[in-house]
């Protein structure tokens, strides 16, 4: 039977989903960093414009609060809600004010980490570890905003530099789309080991390696052997006010491999979009198409994207270590004429 047609049961895609957007639901945390002070709380990031929270895990449960982007709330619990025709039953309790949509809340933490002085003259990659972070134009807190950089973004690491008047260490950032530097607060930033970009089966040959994009089940599955081992829900191309975006059907490669990248195109007020740090990006065409991290928003299951493939910051980590080409952490890409295959069908 051919990878495309093999059948994948619940069970098997619970078991394969551990790093993926359902983490969360099994527990599947954050690390605790060995040179940061942690909050232990696991926390959501509103990451709509507004959130409504409900007395019950449900749309028709009574409206008791609204919430805007950006406020950080306590996540205290997780329910599956009723309603068997649902994309995605999951729902945060959000403390004692009631239930929220996980589609709209990014799961955060917040992790204070000890500056790295030590930064190569090259640069390196860290990620930032608290909910949003606002970097500047300069290495103090009243220059002017350049970015607000959320929970889970990479960015590339050009060097640092004490404030002391503030008692504050800064970061210097390169932005790789506008080709600009700016600033964030080192402590809240964490530097990548190479370690931590340790090839996934590396011993698998290539061509054994598959990548397969299912839009209609909007689900992805990493084959080696023709056997599953990993999957994870997707957010494909949709169509939109401004246009339609569908993600290309067909065989592809990748052959183009980020850490990170400023992603922005179009008007903003009409389904254009800025977002410097995008994780993990995986390109398959030359126009742009990838499979890359989200931290925009949690709501995986039904298109919503400009023609990528988007899917939960922690899957895209995981199959950017298991895709070909490798990324060492002291290159901010790799580019070649070969990489892992990537199938999408319907």
Known sequence: MSPSKRAITRRDFLKLVGASSLGLLAGNFPPKSQSADLVMVQQGRVASPSISIYDS???KGKLVKVYWRDLVLPITNIAISDDAEAYNRVWYQIGDAG???SGDIQPVQTVLNHPDFQIPRTGTLAEVTVPFTDSREEPQENS???YRLYYETTHWVMGVTPNL???KTWYRLYDDRFKQVYYARADHLRIIPQAELAPISP?????????????IQQLLVAYEYSRPVFATRIASGARMRSGTYTTPLGTFMTSYKRHSRHMAAGDIASNGYDLPGVPWVMYITKSGISIHGTYWHNDFGRPRSHGCVNISVKAAKWLFRWTQPEVPQTQPYVYKDVGTNVEIIE
Not at 203 to 215: D, M, Q, S, W
């Open 57 to 59: 895990p449900s749309l």
């Open 99 to 101: 239930y929220a949509y």
């Open 144 to 146: 002017k905003l350049a």
């Open 165 to 167: 008047e503030e008692r």
């Open 203 to 215: 011993n698998v040959p290539r061509l054994l390696k598959k990548i397969e994009v299912r839009l």
